[in-house]
């Protein structure tokens, strides 16, 4: 089993900056791919980015490429998702994800084994 915790939320301004941190039990954390998701009120979960286990691969959802960056420490058990320029369409609750099966349809939510609990994140106009 593993658990996820996420942290970091809040409410920022348009433009600004933020930092959600999701950090994880057990011993495996380093064999999981990481995702990120995250879903507005009366909008379906969606995929936002993903990385492998050794954080050489990543992908992102077109709508946050070049403004959210996904990357790990597998010695912290934590995985982060750096989000800058943050628009109004970001505001959503985030939630981190953990795969066991390796760096397959990573978009995919059903892919993933477990999640954590969501932090909300919003964006003021």
């Known amino acids: 089993q593993v658990q996820l915790v996420e942290s970091g939320g809040g409410l920022v301004q348009a433009g600004g900056s933020l930092r959600v941190s999701c950090a994880a039990s057990?011993?495996?954390?380093?064999?999981?791919?990481m995702g990120w998701f995250r879903q507005a009120p009366g909008k379906d979960r969606e995929f936002v980015a993903a990385?492998?286990?050794?954080?050489?691969?990543?992908d992102y959802v077109d709508s946050v490429k070049g403004r959210f960056t996904i990357s790990r420490d597998n010695a912290k058990n934590t995985v982060y998702l750096q989000m800058n320029s943050l628009k109004p369409e970001d505001t959503a609750v985030y939630y981190c994800?953990?795969?066991?099966?390796?760096?397959?349809?990573?978009?995919?939510?059903?892919?993933?084994?477990?999640w954590g609990q969501g932090t909300q994140v919003t964006v003021s106009s």
């Open positions: 994800a953990a795969d066991r099966t390796g760096w397959v349809r990573v978009r995919d939510m059903d892919e993933y084994d477990y």
């Open positions: 057990g011993r495996t954390f380093s064999t999981y791919v």
């Open positions: 990385i492998s286990w050794g954080g050489r691969t990543t």
